[in-house]
């Protein structure tokens, strides 16, 4: 037996027109309003952009159900285009493309500048752009007057401003030109610019537990200030005291970090993130200029901004600083700059006080004046902010996924990176906290070989499901390529080597309705009520600050407990009702884990016993000093008789197993699960309290069909609701238990997901279990109840039993006729213009890549199968049931039986209905296929090219009747495409209808 547990704006969201919160669940899922709806990156790439593509795909993305999008212009290895960024004519498609959002009913975000990170362009001046501390050091022997030229530190881009002069006696290990004693990882305490080998994660800068040598250590009482005695030549005037002293002339220049990839006209200096007037001009210089042109629809359809993952490196200073740090942490900065040379001042545990101090005020800056900054300005302009909360900079994660009004995480496809792992239960873990509605995600980033044409919706959608499991309830797709050529250029413009090529060029983006309207189903559902979490984690006051996986966290989260973890703002706004930690937002946790951490400022740990004492469950480990050199030592004293009245009595818990302690408390495990075949069952599961309902989101992780019994902490009547085709039914079998949970057998498809809804008492006709043949019946056979009558459909011959605990019932089904093999000739239609024959007929259905026809080997597209074939009349008795079954898809079928149309089958099981499509006589089916444009791609590349690619598959430039908008040069090859993914002697994609194709017979039957 093997056994899981898992469960893995506040203002101005009415300019979202989102759906009330007190909407209807079921008809909401059945018809999900548009803000339940996915949203995509739209790139425009390097000024090749014109008003028909964005009409074209903007109509594309309305046509297949998307909700909005976010708009970049980037480079990303392309060619440069004919519209320079914030160009006259790139404001005026900017303008096009809101009117035209609006025109369609779409929701249009716009990252803040060039690029996808982060804030800057060619307006940016030095003085405004991001800064970092540099200095200079002199020696010189003192007991005189002493008349120095102090050497200016590093001057970028020619730009240098004065901080202060500071001298200090020369430390012993320094004399002769030497280096002493310095902190540990000094450098990548102060500037996380500064290369190392062996980067831990911000959450790990662990301090110093060395004692400096006793001439190593600077006395903070024999620091003297110069600062007046220089002037701005850096000429020194100082009547010097004797002995050797050494002499630092602080200042700071700038990093010289810029945009990126920004196209032309948009590269520039990336602006100060510690000033909120440059967070300002670099808004002015951007969003601004495209509201202009929203005019009126700004707030409306233009009514969203984002700042994208952070990747320009590390700030450590702004004008004025020294004023924002006094301020911050109630000391003056600059006796203490030494300590940012690496020095000690007067000891160890001091300067890294200090230190800890000086990143915290970073943090709390950059919260405040450059992400706090950017959301004042939307919502002075009616709009949100959305913003990817991480990256390698001076920030605090969970501070900055508390400043969004969506904040939002990352997954790509086919990437083994840890960090992205942990990004959407950030932005989750604020959402649920603050009650937002939408926790979103740059979903499905790729880079080859994901983006080379190889996925399509049934290969993405386990992915999906993981992520929301883990709290997402918004995909936004990477990436939407805008398409800025004609119909003649397929597939065309690509994100160079990234993406999945989610636009309309793609051969199954006019195909994908179906799968966004099943994410929408998915996602209005996700979007109701409260997440369930049992477990709130106080996030560490460390700064920089960033997650950890749930692997990696401590105590790692027991199985079978969700959990969020918040910053401690978020935390310091809590009460208890009922013995449950409650947000202001309604949402609220059992269980309160502290971080693993010694060090805890006495504000925290003083609202944390005000918690405790209103009867609040606190899990962690005694906190023994502040990590802050602020109100020293009253500070350590406070946290230590805080720490006595905590944990001396016994109020907060610390010495059992976090499991063990959620057991006292009577918690059992919200969801688990358990199967019995011996190949592992993945299920990953999610739950929110909506209304009077518990719904539980569970979905199949795995390309296989699973049977497993599940384990929920909620009880009453059940009921099924199936997100791919908004259908919801009664479900019949379920064992309550005495710990208010119920156990559930269930039976998943490939991929698939459900949500269990819990709602109001068990209905009538509930069993413990359903079997047919020992296990739980499969391919459509199940328990339903029809005008009154519980009655099974079932697919296969033999007993199906029903158990309760007072009662058994069990119903034969026999000489249920075998299946009927559509075996052909096939009759298949190719696409003018594509080389491949008009009309062929297939004897039996076979691979496209074994045909023999090089250009039905090489075909992509929709082909379409034709075949008529014979019912007779006894084979269609009342009572009977039929599916149709078309075996291998590759990679997406649309079924027409009779004239009927039965929808697109996009995932396996390949199969559908047919009872009520067929006919006596002579049934017509005809079967729509579309495959993936590898194939085309790899035939293509036996021709002579159009273009020159770069050895890094690039094109060199882009060809002049592209630029022209001429029509495609008559060419052998049927493709352009601007990213060589394939060559001519890479293997082909299976493609076609591989079958075999069946209709399988069952019959419906009262159990009695």
């Known amino acids: 037996m093997h056994i899981v547990r898992t469960i893995t704006l506040s203002v101005l969201l009415v300019a979202l027109a989102i759906s009330a919160r007190g909407d209807d669940l079921e008809s909401g899922f059945k ?204 000429n020194l005037k100082w009547s010097a005291p004797a002995g050797d002293w050494t002499i630092v002339r602080f200042g700071h220049t700038t990093t010289g970090r810029t945009d990126h990839p920004a196209p032309e006209g948009g590269e520039g200096l990336e602006c100060d993130k510690l000033s909120k007037a ?79 101090d000086f990143r915290r005020t970073i943090a709390d800056t950059m919260a405040e004046n450059y992400f706090g900054a950017f959301k004042e300005l939307a919502h002075q302009n009616h709009m949100v902010l959305s913003i990817e909360p991480y990256g390698p900079g001076g920030f605090d994660d969970f501070q900055i996924a508390a400043v969004a009004d969506i904040p939002m995480g990352e997954f790509w496809v086919d990437r083994p990176d840890a960090w992205h792992f942990w990004s959407v239960k950030l932005a989750s873990s604020a959402a649920h906290a603050l009650g937002e509605q939408f926790a979103g995600a740059e979903s499905f980033t790729a880079g080859p070989p994901g983006s080379s044409f190889r996925n399509h919706p049934y290969t993405l959608k386990t992915l999906g499901d993981t992520y929301f499991a883990r709290g997402l309830n918004r995909i936004i797709f990477h990436s939407n390529v805008h398409q800025p050529w004609g119909d003649d250029v397929l597939p065309g413009m690509t994100m160079g080597p990234h993406g999945i090529q989610m636009n309309r060029n793609n051969t199954w983006h006019k195909e994908a309705r179906p799968w966004m309207d099943s994410l929408a189903r998915t996602q209005f559902v996700l979007q109701q009520g409260q997440y369930v979490s049992d477990l709130c984690y106080l996030a560490a006051e460390d700064a920089p600050q960033t997650p950890l996986n749930r692997q990696d966290m401590s105590p790692i989260p027991p199985a079978g407990y969700d959990y969020d973890v918040l910053h401690a703002s978020l935390v ?67 946290v230590k008789q805080l720490g006595e009245e905590l944990w001396g009595s016994g109020k907060i818990q610390s010495n059992m197993p976090l499991d063990d302690y959620l057991t006292s408390l009577k918690l059992p495990p919200d969801f688990e699960y358990r199967w019995h075949d011996h190949e592992p069952v993945q299920i990953n599961a999610a739950h929110r309290h909506v209304g009077d309902r518990e719904v539980y989101f569970v979905a199949n992780a795995q390309r296989r069909p699973v049977e497993f019994e599940a384990t929920f902490r909620a009880q009453g009547a059940i009921e099924l609701w199936h997100p791919e085709d908004g259908s919801i039914e009664p479900y019949y079998v379920n064992d309550p238990t005495n710990e208010h949970r119920t156990k559930l057998p269930m039976y998943l498809d490939p991929a698939q997901s459900v949500f269990v809804v819990f709602h109001g008492k068990s209905g009538k006709d509930t069993f413990t279990s359903f079997t047919q043949a020992g296990h739980m019946p499969a391919d459509g056979s199940k328990l339903v109840r029809d005008d009154g009558k519980l009655m099974v459909d079932g697919f296969a011959n033999g007993a199906y039993i029903a158990s309760a605990v007072k009662a058994t019932k069990t119903v034969k089904i026999e000489q249920l006729a075998g299946p009927t093999d559509l075996t052909g000739p096939w009759t298949v239609h190719f696409p003018k213009g594509w080389g491949a024959p008009e009309s062929i007929e297939f004897p039996k259905l076979i691979d496209w890549t074994n045909s023999g026809n090089f250009d039905i080997q090489h075909f992509s597209g929709t082909a379409t199968y034709r075949l008529k074939f014979p019912v007779k009349a006894e084979q269609l008795s009342a009572g009977t049931l039929a599916q149709l079954d078309l075996g291998d898809v590759q990679v997406m079928a649309t079924v027409k039986l009779n004239g009927k149309d039965l929808g697109l089958l996009w995932k396996p099981p390949f199969r559908v209905d047919v009872t009520q499509a067929l006919k006596e006589g002579d049934n017509d089916l005809e079967v729509r296929v579309t495959n993936l444009w590898i194939n085309r791609l790899i035939g293509d590349d036996n021709y002579p090219p159009q273009v020159d690619y770069l050895k890094t598959n690039g094109i060199e430039a882009i060809p002049q009747w592209l630029l022209e908008g001429k029509p495609r040069p008559e060419s052998k090859r049927k493709t352009f495409i601007t990213w060589r993914h394939y060559t001519a002697t890479d293997p082909l994609s299976p493609s076609g209808l591989l079958g075999p194709v069946k209709l399988i017979w069952g019959k419906e039957v009262e159990m009695k």
């Open 278 to 356: 440059a967070a300002k001009f670099s808004w002015d210089h951007t969003v601004a200029r495209v509201m202009e042109q929203a005019g009126p629809l700004v707030g409306k359809a233009f009514n969203n901004v984002l700042i994208d993952s952070y990747e320009v490196g590390f700030t450590n200073w702004t004008g004025g600083f020294d004023k924002i740090f006094e301020k911050h942490s109630g000391y003056d900065l600059i006796p203490y700059l030494p300590a940012i040379t690496g020095r000690v001042i007067d000891n160890v545990d001091t300067t890294e006080r200090f230190l800890w």
């Open 572 to 638: 310091m706004q809590m009460s208890v009702k009922d013995g449950r930690l409650t947000m202001p937002s309604g949402m609220s946790y059992r269980v309160l884990v502290l971080p693993n951490n010694p060090r805890m400022r006495p504000e925290l740990l003083a609202k944390i016993k005000e918690l405790a004492d209103a009867g609040a469950s606190i899990y962690g480990p005694r906190p023994v000093a502040s990590p802050s050199l602020q109100d020293q030592p009253k500070s350590d004293e406070r």
């Open 31 to 234: 018809s999900p309003p548009d803000s339940a709806r996915p949203h995509t990156w739209w790139h425009w790439m390097n000024g090749n952009v014109t008003k028909e593509g964005i009409t074209k795909d903007l109509e594309a993305m309305k046509r297949i159900g998307l909700g909005g999008f976010q708009a970049f212009s980037v480079t990303d290895k392309i060619p440069p285009g004919p519209v320079k960024y914030m160009s006259p004519e790139w404001l005026d498609m900017m303008g096009h493309a809101v009117h035209e959002a609006d025109r369609l009913g779409l929701q249009m975000c716009m990252h803040n500048c060039a690029g996808w990170s982060s804030s800057g362009g060619p307006w940016i001046t030095p003085e405004l752009s991001m800064q970092e501390l540099v200095f200079s050091e002199t020696q010189a022997t003192g007991g005189k007057d002493l008349e120095i030229q102090l050497s200016q530190p590093e001057a970028k881009l020619n730009f240098y401003r004065d901080i202060a002069v500071v001298a200090f006696p020369t430390l012993k290990g320094d004399a002769d030109g030497k280096t002493g004693f310095r902190l540990s990882d000094w450098t990548w305490k102060i500037d996380r610019n500064s290369p190392r080998a062996d980067r831990k994660p911000d959450s790990q800068i662990m301090p110093d537990s060395r004692t400096a040598p006793d001439g190593d250590v600077i006395h903070r009482k024999d620091i003297v200030i110069l600062t007046d005695k220089m002037d701005e030549r850096g």
